[in-house]
């Protein structure tokens, strides 16, 4: 088979890449690489937004994503890592549609962790389709314009004449014919066409971007058992490894011994894999490895290892304690982030002042999927194999872990079994890389258990956010203060920061949009103790449990409608310059084409208001709940009913959510991202928590620490969704969802009963 | 050791008899459909078919197994056109997929001994199950559509 490009997936090349559409790639540590920071590298150069501010900003060459083989079988390459949220259908559907592909045609090939080549890969953020819809298109129609000039040459005719249409190539005046594959070899000889040349579609002329008809791609491996996730990777010689990891974060081993576990049968090999100082970043924690023939007996091993830890600095860590040390915290003044009138002068004056502390534990992202990686180390090259969010980041992390060149080491994704963010951290990937060195070229699986997931996650912080208001004698808000607490992320990359970063803040604290005349936001200090990493939606939780509960009670004080009281909050609709916000982040995306758009945010209150039949009776113990929310460039609300019985049980008979992120690439996937959203805000909400005990996290497996399951989930999940226009910039989708459920729950459980919950989980707190 | 069948078919295991059914499957076969989540049988994602009844292979001792027929997700049906996958597929039930192999095995459980199973039926059948993408609704309305076409 002939191609426009021959590749393989272990051994990727540079091919015939046009240079001029390569970026340079960034510098920037764990930080900027996986937090989307916008990248100037020096402070003459101008910033650099979206996907260009990305490490390795964009390719858009075709050549690196489109082959065409004799059999005019089109084979598009996904470069971003699929989660669950759709992508390996959602991006190569935007290179088909502007190809004029037939989906019925076209295979999806997962590229490795390769960014020169193909771009910046790292899937978080939801950043996919919101970076990667226009260069998509780009590829797409330039691969279509060098087969109708193939076909052009092929005729003799002039290339205006000539059609790409649904895998034919059509001579308009001659009604001649030609298949993709016919013109391939010759279309891949041609030069890419520039830029500037290129002829998009129009939407009206969409084939697939916009209608939802393309079938997910992994849907029929998925539901015979045939999809390969990282756990399932399986190779001949393979090994199986877990590994005994430091019980608290920063320990040290004194020493182990691993005679018993020598003799368990099947096993092979105990191996330490050294730590690294706080802050450790994506390295391993410091831990014994068992080696063995089977996971089974490996686990065996690991139970018979006799481990002498140093339990470090955080070994009095306890969650109960340090809640106590938040809210002090909390109640006095810290870091100003962003001011605006006199709150101090404003609050004295104010008819009425309420305030209110509001809790979120540490939460995990548990994907059903643990942490899971293989890795070869043969003939001085490493290749890995697993479920990456970030590979790149995967591949330089082994580099520098193990010494070795970053272009001898592979790294391979395979589907995830869900992600959440704590696939974007690589340490147990160089676990594995560690461990195949100590392996003689066979390959070995590290395997986590759940009860590893849990004790040894990237964890979401927890927080205290306090929040004061003052209202005048009509009602209306005059003044509003909020001091947020919690330990930021940069604990991973810096040593001991106390307050957070601007990417935290920027999520719905310091951009909040509200139109109050007296604003003071501040951040309290607070330590990390843990790996405090990003947990979908990160920030945004809390920050939205807070603010959004806060409206709801604001209003009742003020003796108001809580959607009439979050609209008048909002203020009229207007385009807000986040930098007047005091917002330097704004999700990493250009001011000017990204304001805070008012409009939006009250359209799509309106929306899931009116489709939840706000304001109508319902009967005693039931109620709604309204909230709204701006994050990663998308405007969500939500309204949840519930009804709550006698003694405190809790249903959710029915939730509404409306999202506007703009234009809408696959609304199939965008309906099932915003429903898994509603399930994992509820989740977070009714049992979702980490605790900490002497340093060591509480909860073992799903029996403690509790996740949704259908018998507490909403019955209906409604979801509307506003269009876009497709020459506008779009939002994302995977995370913008959740941080609205909360709050939204929260006040419908206000309304069915008359309590205020302020602190997560709710658990029993409806029976006492 | 061990003689069973595995979708149809003669297996003869020999070794550690606690080793629980799923490593067997997994590391042993290399039959990766049936998924690893707990270890506990708390998410059912391990879930296959012993005897016709759903069992968690996590928890399910290869000595517990001598004698007994094990149907995986591979072998639910021989096309893969079993109504539930079906159905699975026509809803775009899967988001990341992983857990969605124990759902479809417990669902075909379900549906063998209640072939029109109420709201109510299917909650109590698949709660033991964990879908952290939250496919809940959709797992629901998949098992609605095969029963009414007949699973």
Same mark, same amino acid.
């Given at each position: ?7 393989t997936?272990t ?7 046009s ?7 960034t510098a920037g ?24 501010g ?9 050549? /690196?994503?489109?082959?065409i083989?004799?059999?005019?079988l ?10 669950g ?18 989906w ?25 389709t919101?970076?990667?819809f226009m ?12 087969l ?10 002039p ?18 014919t030609?298949?993709?594959?016919e ?18 579609k129009k ?36 090994l ?8 608290v ?5 004194r ?18 894999i050294?730590g ?10 410091p831990? /014994? ?25 955080n ?82 992390? /082994? ?6 060149e ?14 959440f ?6 340490d ?16 070995v ?104 509960s ?6 009742q ?7 009439d ?64 929310h701006y ?6 609300a ?13 249903t ?8 506007d992120?703009?234009?809408i ?35 073992n497996?799903f ?42 729950l ?7 009963t008359?309590k ?11 029976s006492? | 050791?061990?003689?069973l ?26 039959m990766?459909?049936?998924?690893f ?5 708390l ?17 399910t ?13 591979e ?13 699975w ?17 417990q ?9 029109r ?21 959709r ?13």
């Amino acid at each position: 088979m002939s191609a426009i490009l021959e590749r393989t997936s272990t051994e990727p090349r540079i091919g015939r890449l046009s240079r001029r559409h390569f970026l340079a790639a960034t510098a920037g540590g764990g930080f900027a690489l996986a937090l989307g920071w916008p990248s100037a590298s020096d402070a003459a150069d101008p910033p650099k937004y979206g996907a260009l501010g990305m490490a390795n900003g964009v390719v858009e060459n075709p050549l /690196v994503f489109i082959a065409i083989g004799d059999d005019g079988l089109v084979s598009i390459t996904c470069h971003r890592a699929e989660m669950g949220q759709g992508v390996r259908t959602g991006v190569p559907l935007i290179v088909a549609d502007e190809l004029e592909a037939d989906w019925s045609r076209v295979r999806v090939v997962q590229a490795p962790g390769d960014e020169p080549r193909y771009g910046n890969q790292d899937t978080d953020g939801s950043r996919t389709t919101r970076h990667f819809f226009m260069p998509m298109r780009r590829c797409g129609a330039a691969a279509r314009q060098m087969l109708e000039a193939a076909a052009a040459a092929r005729w003799g005719v002039p290339v205006a004449e000539v059609t790409a249409k649904n895998h034919q190539l059509v001579h308009g005046p001659s009604g001649r014919t030609l298949g993709y594959g016919e013109v391939a070899r010759a279309a891949a000889a041609l030069p890419v066409p520039a830029t500037e040349t290129l002829r998009l579609k129009k939407p009206a002329d969409f084939r697939y971007i916009g209608k939802g008809n393309v079938p997910l791609v992994d849907g029929p491996d998925i539901v015979r058992g045939r999809a390969v996730y990282g756990m399932d990777v399986v190779m001949p010689d393979m090994l199986f490894a877990v590994v005994a990891r430091s019980p608290v974060f920063g320990g040290t081993l004194r020493g182990f011994d691993a005679a018993a576990a020598l003799k368990v049968p099947g096993v092979l090999k105990v191996v330490e894999i050294k730590g690294t100082a706080i802050p450790s970043a994506f390295e391993p924690l410091p831990g /014994v490895a068992v080696i063995a023939s089977n996971t089974w007996a490996a686990m065996n091993g690991r139970k018979a290892l006799k481990l002498d830890w140093e339990g470090g600095p955080n070994a009095g860590y306890d969650s109960v304690a340090y809640r106590a040390t938040m809210e002090a915290a909390a109640a006095k003044p810290g870091k100003l982030i962003r001011t605006q009138g006199d709150v101090g002068a404003a609050m004295g004056s104010a008819a009425k002042t309420l305030k209110a502390d509001y809790y979120m534990p540490h939460l995990t992202q548990a994907p059903m999927e643990p942490p899971a990686a293989t890795a070869r180390f043969k003939d001085g090259r490493m290749e890995l194999w697993g479920p990456f969010q970030s590979p790149q980041a995967v591949r330089g992390g /082994v580099a520098k872990r193990l010494g070795l060149e970053m272009d001898k080491v592979t790294v391979n994704v395979t589907l995830l079994g869900g992600g959440f963010g704590r696939k974007s951290k690589g340490d147990f990937a160089s676990e594995a890389a560690l461990l195949a060195r100590e392996s003689e070229g066979k390959p070995v699986k590290v395997v986590w258990t759940r009860d590893d997931d849990l004790h040894h996650s990237y964890y979401h912080t927890v927080s205290v956010e306090h929040l004061e208001a003052g209202i005048d004698a009509q009602g209306k808000p005059v003044a509003w203060l909020h001091r947020s607490v919690g330990p930021t992320l940069m604990a991973l990359f810096m040593p001991d920061p106390k307050t957070e970063s601007p990417i935290e803040l920027g999520m719905g604290l310091t951009n909040l949009p509200f139109a109050v005349p007296n604003l003071r936001i501040e951040n309290p200090e607070a330590a990390a103790h843990v790996r405090v990493g990003w947990y979908r939606a990160v920030s945004n939780l809390p920050h939205a449990f807070a603010i959004q509960s806060f409206v709801c009670e604001m209003a009742q004080a003020a003796g108001k409608d809580p959607k009439d009281y979050l609209l008048e909050l909002l203020g009229p609709p207007r385009r807000i310059d986040p930098r007047e916000l005091n917002d330097t982040w704004n999700h990493g995306e250009d001011p000017t084409l990204y304001p805070v758009d008012i409009g939006r945010l009250r359209r799509v209150t309106a929306t899931a208001a009116d489709a939840a039949g706000w304001g109508k009776t319902l009967g005693p113990g039931r109620g709604l709940g309204i909230a709204a929310h701006y994050s990663f460039t998308t405007y969500v609300a939500a309204v949840v009913e519930v009804a709550v019985g006698a003694k405190g049980e809790l249903t959710i008979p029915r939730v509404d959510i409306a999202v506007d992120c703009g234009a809408i690439v696959n609304p199939e996937r965008l309906r099932s991202q915003m429903e898994g959203a509603v399930m994992m805000g509820i989740g977070n909400t009714l049992g979702g928590e980490i605790s900490f005990k002497n340093g060591r996290a509480q909860q073992n497996n799903f029996d403690t620490f509790e996740v949704l399951r259908m018998n507490a989930a909403p019955k209906r999940i409604e979801v509307h969704m506003i269009p876009g226009d497709y020459d506008a910039p779009l939002g994302g989708a995977g995370e913008p969802g959740v941080p609205p459920v909360a709050p939204a729950l929260c006040n419908a459980i206000f309304a069915a009963t008359g309590k205020r919950i302020r602190s997560l989980p709710i658990k029993g707190q409806l029976s006492a | 050791m061990a003689s069973l069948t595995v979708n149809g078919t003669a297996r003869q295991y020999e070794g550690d008899p606690d080793m629980p059914l799923l490593w067997y499957l997994r590391d042993q076969l290399q039959m990766t459909g049936t998924k690893f989540g707990c270890g506990q049988a708390l998410c059912g994602a391990c879930t296959v078919h012993m005897d016709g009844a759903p069992v968690r292979a996590c928890v399910t001792p290869m000595v517990a197994v001598s004698g007994r027929s094990i149907v995986t997700i591979e072998g639910l049906d021989a096309n893969g056109r079993h109504p539930l996958q079906v159905a699975w597929v026509e809803l775009g039930v899967p988001q990341c997929g992983y857990c969605q192999s124990g759902q479809i095995m417990q669902a075909a459980a379900l549906l063998k001994n209640n072939a029109r199973p109420s709201e109510a039926d299917i909650e109590t059948a698949m709660s033991g199950h964990i879908c952290r993408c939250g496919t809940y609704t959709r797992i629901k309305a998949a098992i609605q559509q095969a029963a009414t076409k007949g699973a």
